[in-house]
C-alpha cells in the first residue's frame, strides 16, 4: 500500500509544482489599470499599413489625455473575427476595434458592441461632419449607433499606362469609356484592344485566341463576389440597378432583378471573348498579383490599394472611373468605423478615443499619410493633395461624389448565410456551369427565404 | 488486405521457390529504376523547399512581377533579417517598396514555442508512458474497455473540443501563459498511449515477472526496468511529439493571442494578407518560415538517427 | 475491491492480444495491480476526462441546443439542428467532398509510403535519404498551404510556369473546382508520405531478415518477396498506419482553410467544390456564430469516423499478425 501512496504523493507534487512554475512563467499581463489611475486600452485593427498612422494619432491622443494609453494590435483579416469572437468569450477581447459593415450588423443583435448615441448627444458629437451616407450606415433600424465612420472608400479602374500607350489608346479615352450590359460599349472595345492573345494578335483584330490570352484587358477579382464590390456593383448600379429594397437595413434582396442578370452576363461573355481571365486563373492569387504580373491592363479595385498599385516596379499606373452606363458613372461607397467592446473595463476612456478618431485631429493626420480617405471632407482632401504631390492623379475616386453617384453598401441581417449562398453562385455563373438568369432566380429565392424565415 | 496466407517459415518459403536459377543481372536494372524512383521523390521532396528559400532571397516586387529564374535577380537576405526583426526602416522599405513591412519578434516566438513544446513533450511522454505501461502489463477491471475509450478521443474532431476547452482555460486563469497552451496536450493524447502500449506490449514478460516476484513495487519496475528498455520508443515518440507540438496552430492562436506567449505558427500569421484583396509579404513570410523550421530540423538530425534505427515495433503481435 | 476476474487475460476486440505463457500468479496479487493502476493512469485519465471526455459531452449538448457563440448562451431545440442538417445541401455537399478528398488522398499516400519504405528498406540505408523524405513534415500544414499557393498559382507559379516550357496548359489547380481537391490531396501527400513511410519503415523491420535471404537464395525476385512477405506480415503495422491517417485525413482543415478561396476570400471554393466538412463546421462556428449547429455537424463527423475506424478494423483484422 504504501508504495502507491507515496509514488501518488510524489506524482502529485511534481506536476502541482511544474504547473506552478509554468503558470508562473507565463504570466500575461492583463491588468491595464495602474495603481495611479492611468489606464492603457487595446485598439485592433487588421492593415499593417494603417498600424503607424494610427500610431500617430494614438501619440497624439496621449498628449492630449497623459491618463490614457492606446495599445495598437493588427492581426491579419484571416483571422481577425474569429479572434474576436473568441475574445468576446474569453473577455480578452480589444476595447476598441475596427469594424466593418458586413460584420457589425451581428455583432449589434448580439449586443457584444456599445450603441454610442448617448454619449455622442451628451459630447455633441455630430454625425454630420462626414461624407453623406456613411454616418448612416452605423445605425441600426433602431436607431442605435455602433460606430463613426472613420474612412471611406469608391472604387476606380486602375489602368497600365505602358499597354494603353502600346495599344494606342488614350487616358481620356478611358475615361469617357461608355458601357452598357448588351454591347459593353466603348469599354469592352477598349478592352478588347488590350487584350493580346500568345501569337499577339489583340483582341479586336480577327484570328484573335481567346483560349490562348497572354495579356488579358480587364482584370478579375474572384473574392467578394456576393456584393461585388470590385466587379459588378457599379457597373449594375449605372443601368439603374438597386440590390435591396432598401438601404441600409434592407429586407429584400433583388439579385433577379433582369439587369443585373444582363451585367452578370456580360461578365460571362467577356471571360468568354477572352478579355477577362477565367475564373479558374484568377482565383488562386488573385486580380493584384495578376496586375502587378503583368497579365491584366486594367483593374478595377478600390482606393484602399492605391499604394499597392503606386509602389510597382516598372509599372506606370493611372486611376480612371469607372465607365458610364445608362445613369452615369456609380461606384459603392464603403467606409470603416471602430465600435467599443460592451466587456471592456474602461469604457469611458474607450469613448475619448473613438471620439478622437472621428474627430478631424485624428483624420487630418490619416490624410496626411494618404493610406486611406477619411471620412471627414477636409481630411479627405489632405489625401488628395498628398497624392497629386506625388504625382498621382486620385480624382477617379473622388469623381463619384462630386457626381452623388455612390450606392452605400449593403446592409442586412444575416450578411455571412447570404454570402455562402451567393459567392458560388457567382463563381457558377462566371464558369459558365449556370446561366446568369437562372443562378440569380434560384439564388434570390434561397436568400430572400433566409431572410423572411429568420 | 487479401486473405491468402502463404506459409512463412523460411523452410516454406525455399521449399515454395524450388528454383536454382541465380540470375543477379535481373536484381540490377531493378536497382536501377529504383534508385530513378528514389531520386525523383527526392527531387519533388525537396524542390518546394528550394523554392522557399529562392523566394525568401528574393524582393517582393520582384516576385509579384513574376521573373521565374532558379537563381533570384538581386538576391538579397534582407528578408532573414527582417523575419529575425533585425533590419533597418530603410532596408523594409527597400525590399517590400511598402511603408512599412511586417515585423515579428522572432527570437520572443521561438522561445515561446521551445517552452511550450518542452513542457507538452516532457508532461506527454511522462504521462503517456505510464498510462501505457498499464494498459500493456497491469490487469484490472474494465481495461480494455478504458483503453478503446482512449483511442475514441482520437475521433474527436478538435473544433469540437475548442470551445469547451477555451472556456476551461480561461475560467483556470490559464489564458496566455504557457501552461495554457500546453494543457490539452499536456496529460494525454491517444496516439502516444497507443504507441508507447504497441511497443510494452512487445517486451519479454519474465524479467518482469521476475521483478515483481522477488517483491519489487510496479513503479520501480517501471523506472529501473523498463524504461531503460525503452529509450528507442520514447526517444522516438518524444521527437515526434514535439515536431507535432511545434506545429500546432489552432490552439495556440486561440489560447495564446497575447503577443509575450504566441508561438511560432501564430506570429508567422503577421506575415499573412493584411487585407481582403492585398498580396502576402512572400519574401518575408517565407524567410520567417524557413527560420522556424530551423530548430525542428536541428532537433530532428540530431535524434534521428536514434529514432530511426532503432524502433523495434516488435510489440505488435 | 474483491476481484473475481478470471486470472487470464479479458479479450476484446482490441488490438494485440497477448501470448500468454506467464506463470500462474496467485489470486491475492491481483489486487495491488489495480492500485498500481490508479497510480500510473490518473494523470492520463485526468487530461482525458477534462480535455476530451468532457468538451465531447458538453459538445453533444450543444448540438441540441441554438448556443450562439457572440452571446454566449442558447436553449434547447432538440432535434431540430440535426433535422436542418439532413436537409441542408451544404452538408451532403460537404460529405461528399470530405470522402473524394480522403479516397484520393489515402489511396495514393499509402501507395507512395508503402513503396517509399520499401525502398528505403531494401534499397538503401541511408539516414540522409530517411531524413529528407521526412522534412515536408517538419513544417506547419499553414504555411506549407501558403508556400503552394505560392506555387501553384496559374499565373505567378513556378509549376505552371514548367508544365508551359514542355508545352502543357496552365492548369488551375486551386482555382479550378474539378481539380482543387485533388491539388489539396496532392499537397497532403506531399506532406505526410515521409512521415507514413517512416512509421511503415518501422513496421518492415520486425520482419526478420533471414526470410528475405532465404527467399533470395531460393531465387525469388524482389516483387515476390514482397507480395509473398513484406506485405502479409505488415499488415498490422499497416491496419495502424492506415486507421490513423484516415482518420486524419476526414479531418482536413489547415490546408483547406489557407489554400482554397484565394487569398482574403472565402474558403471552400470555387463554388464549393472544396468545402469540406471541417471546414463547414468552422464557418458555421466562428463565421456565423452557430455553435450549436456547428456541435450537431461535429457530431455527424465523429460518428461517420468511428463507422469508417471499425469497418477497417474489421477489414484488415488488425489484432492479428502473421508473425510466427
Request: net charge positive; with cysteine; glycine share 8%.
Amino acid at each position: 500500500m504504501t508504495p502507491h501512496k507515496r509514488t501518488l504523493t510524489r506524482l502529485a507534487t511534481a506536476i502541482i509544482l511544474a504547473a506552478t512554475i509554468a503558470g508562473l512563467a507565463g504570466c500575461g499581463s492583463s491588468d491595464s489599470a495602474a495603481s495611479n489611475g492611468d489606464v492603457t486600452i487595446t485598439y485592433a485593427n487588421w492593415d499593417p499599413n494603417q498600424a503607424p498612422v494610427y500610431q500617430k494619432c494614438a501619440d497624439l491622443f496621449h498628449q492630449l489625455n497623459p491618463t490614457i494609453t492606446v495599445k495598437l494590435q493588427t492581426t491579419d483579416w484571416n483571422d481577425y473575427w474569429s479572434e474576436l469572437a473568441t475574445g468576446f468569450i474569453a473577455d480578452t477581447a480589444p476595447d476598441v476595434f475596427t469594424d466593418h459593415l458586413s460584420e457589425y450588423p451581428q455583432l449589434a443583435n448580439s449586443d457584444v458592441i456599445e450603441p454610442l448615441n448617448r454619449l455622442a448627444a451628451r459630447d455633441g458629437v455630430s454625425a454630420n461632419r462626414y461624407f453623406p451616407g456613411l454616418a448612416e450606415l452605423w445605425q441600426t433600424p433602431n436607431g442605435n449607433r455602433y460606430g463613426f465612420p472613420k474612412d471611406w472608400d469608391t472604387i476606380a479602374i486602375v489602368s497600365n499606362q505602358g499597354m494603353l500607350e502600346k495599344a494606342g489608346i488614350t487616358k481620356q479615352q478611358l475615361d469617357h469609356a461608355t458601357w452598357n450590359p448588351q454591347t459593353g460599349g466603348t469599354f469592352e472595345q477598349i478592352a478588347a484592344r488590350l487584350s493580346i492573345d500568345d501569337k499577339g494578335r489583340r483582341g479586336d483584330q480577327p484570328g484573335f485566341d481567346p483560349s490562348h490570352v497572354a495579356v488579358y484587358g480587364l482584370g478579375l477579382d474572384p473574392g467578394g463576389l456576393t456584393y461585388g464590390q470590385t466587379t459588378w456593383s457599379g457597373f449594375a448600379a449605372s443601368t439603374g440597378f438597386q440590390l435591396l429594397n432598401k438601404n441600409p437595413w434592407g429586407t429584400h434582396y433583388k439579385y433577379s432583378d433582369p439587369r443585373l442578370a444582363a451585367t452578370m452576363a456580360w461578365w460571362r461573355h467577356m471571360i468568354v471573348k477572352g478579355y477577362m481571365p477565367p475564373l479558374v486563373q484568377a482565383s488562386t492569387l488573385g486580380q493584384t498579383a495578376m496586375f502587378l504580373g503583368g497579365k491584366v491592363a486594367l483593374a478595377i479595385d478600390g482606393d484602399w490599394q492605391i499604394s499597392t498599385y503606386t509602389a510597382a516596379k516598372n509599372i506606370k499606373v493611372a486611376f480612371t472611373p469607372l465607365p458610364a452606363g445608362p445613369k452615369g458613372s456609380w461606384s459603392m461607397f464603403n467606409g470603416l468605423a471602430d465600435s467599443i467592446w460592451v466587456g471592456s473595463k474602461h469604457q469611458a476612456q474607450d469613448w475619448q478615443w473613438v471620439k478622437f478618431l472621428a474627430s478631424p485631429q485624428c483624420q487630418n493626420i490619416v490624410g496626411a499619410s494618404a493610406v486611406v480617405f477619411p471620412a471627414i471632407p477636409e481630411a479627405a482632401n489632405r489625401s488628395v493633395a498628398v497624392h497629386e504631390k506625388q504625382g498621382v492623379d486620385v480624382s477617379a475616386f473622388t469623381s463619384y461624389v462630386k457626381a452623388k453617384h455612390t450606392m452605400l453598401y449593403p446592409i442586412t441581417l444575416d450578411a455571412p448565410q447570404i454570402n455562402l449562398l451567393v459567392q458560388p453562385t457567382m463563381e457558377e455563373i462566371l464558369l459558365g456551369e449556370v446561366s446568369a438568369q437562372q443562378g440569380l432566380k434560384t439564388v434570390n429565392r434561397q436568400v430572400n427565404d433566409i431572410l423572411k424565415y429568420r | 488486405m487479401s486473405d491468402t496466407l502463404t506459409p512463412t517459415s523460411p523452410a516454406a518459403v525455399s521449399s515454395a521457390l524450388r528454383s536454382r536459377a541465380r540470375p543477379k543481372r535481373r536484381i540490377n536494372w531493378g536497382r536501377v529504376a529504383a534508385w530513378a524512383v528514389m531520386g525523383v521523390l527526392l527531387v519533388i521532396t525537396l524542390f518546394p523547399f528550394f523554392w522557399m528559400i529562392r523566394t525568401a532571397l528574393s524582393s517582393n516586387p520582384d516576385l509579384v512581377a513574376g521573373k521565374q529564374s532558379l537563381v533570384p535577380p538581386g538576391a538579397t537576405i534582407v528578408n532573414f533579417k527582417r523575419a529575425l526583426g533585425v533590419a533597418t526602416q530603410h532596408e523594409i522599405t527597400a525590399a517590400t517598396g511598402a511603408q512599412t513591412g511586417t515585423t515579428i519578434n522572432f527570437f520572443s516566438a521561438l522561445k515561446n514555442s521551445v517552452i511550450v513544446c518542452t513542457l507538452i513533450t516532457v508532461g506527454q511522454v511522462l504521462f503517456c508512458s505510464m498510462a501505457a505501461y498499464a494498459f500493456a502489463r497491469l490487469r484490472f477491471r474494465g481495461r480494455d474497455k478504458l483503453f478503446f475509450l482512449f483511442l475514441m478521443a482520437m475521433m474527436i474532431p478538435p473544433v469540437f473540443t475548442l470551445i469547451p476547452n477555451f472556456v476551461l482555460v480561461k475560467n483556470l486563469g490559464l489564458l496566455n501563459t504557457y501552461l495554457g497552451i500546453a494543457a490539452p496536450f499536456l496529460l494525454m493524447t491517444p496516439f502516444a498511449v497507443f504507441f508507447m502500449r504497441q511497443f510494452f506490449l512487445g517486451i519479454s514478460k519474465e524479467v518482469e515477472e521476475a521483478a515483481v516476484l522477488d517483491g519489487a513495487s510496479r513503479w520501480r519496475i517501471f523506472r529501473q526496468l523498463i524504461i531503460p528498455m525503452s529509450i528507442a520508443p520514447l526517444t522516438t515518440l518524444a521527437v515526434l511529439t514535439y515536431i507535432t507540438a511545434w506545429n500546432e496552430y489552432m490552439w495556440p492562436l486561440v489560447a495564446g493571442s497575447a503577443p509575450n506567449v504566441q508561438v511560432l505558427t501564430v506570429a508567422l500569421n503577421a506575415f499573412k494578407s493584411s487585407t481582403p484583396t492585398a498580396i502576402p509579404d512572400w519574401s518575408g513570410l517565407m524567410a520567417a518560415t524557413f527560420l522556424a523550421a530551423i530548430p525542428i530540423i536541428v532537433l530532428f538530425i540530431a535524434l534521428g538517427r536514434r529514432m530511426v534505427d532503432s524502433i523495434g515495433f516488435s510489440g505488435i503481435k | 475491491m474483491a476481484s473475481t476476474a478470471p486470472i487470464r487475460p479479458a479479450a476484446e476486440a482490441v488490438p494485440a492480444p497477448v501470448r500468454v505463457r506467464r506463470p500462474r500468479v496467485p489470486r491475492a496479487r491481483l489486487r495491488p495491480d489495480t492500485r498500481w493502476a490508479i497510480v500510473f493512469l490518473l494523470p492520463s485519465f485526468i487530461g482525458f476526462l477534462i480535455f476530451f471526455f468532457y468538451p465531447t459531452l458538453r459538445g453533444l449538448y450543444l448540438s441540441f441546443t441554438n448556443f450562439d457563440l457572440l452571446r454566449n448562451s442558447g436553449h434547447w431545440i432538440g432535434l431540430r439542428n440535426y433535422q436542418e442538417m439532413f436537409s441542408d445541401a451544404l452538408f451532403w455537399n460537404a460529405l461528399k467532398v470530405t470522402v473524394k478528398y480522403v479516397i484520393i488522398n489515402i489511396g495514393i499516400q499509402t501507395v507512395l509510403a508503402l513503396g517509399i519504405a520499401v525502398l528505403m528498406h531494401r534499397l538503401t540505408k541511408s539516414v540522409i535519404v530517411r531524413g529528407i523524405l521526412v522534412l515536408p513534415w517538419l513544417i506547419p500544414n499553414v504555411v506549407l498551404a501558403l508556400l503552394w499557393m505560392w506555387m501553384l498559382d496559374p499565373n505567378l507559379g513556378i509549376i505552371n510556369h514548367y508544365l508551359n516550357l514542355v508545352g502543357i496548359p496552365s492548369q488551375g489547380f486551386l482555382g479550378s473546382p474539378g481539380q482543387v481537391i485533388p491539388t489539396i490531396a496532392g499537397i497532403n501527400i506531399w506532406r505526410n508520405m515521409g512521415y507514413t513511410a517512416l512509421l511503415l519503415f518501422a513496421g518492415l523491420m520486425t520482419i526478420p531478415a533471414g526470410l528475405y535471404e532465404a527467399a533470395a537464395i531460393d531465387g525469388a525476385g524482389e516483387w515476390r518477396m514482397f507480395r509473398t512477405i513484406t506485405l502479409p506480415l505488415l499488415r498490422p503495422v499497416l491496419a495502424l498506419v492506415l486507421v490513423v491517417t484516415v482518420i486524419g485525413s476526414f479531418q482536413v482543415f489547415d490546408t483547406v482553410n489557407v489554400a482554397t478561396g484565394g487569398l482574403g476570400g472565402q474558403p471552400g471554393g470555387p463554388a464549393n467544390a472544396s468545402r469540406v466538412l471541417y471546414e463547414y463546421i468552422f464557418q458555421q462556428a466562428f463565421q456565423f456564430y452557430n455553435l450549436g449547429y456547428a456541435a450537431a455537424l461535429s457530431v455527424a463527423l465523429i460518428v461517420l469516423l468511428s463507422v469508417v475506424a471499425l469497418i477497417q478494423l474489421r477489414l484488415l483484422r488488425a489484432s492479428e499478425s502473421d508473425l510466427a
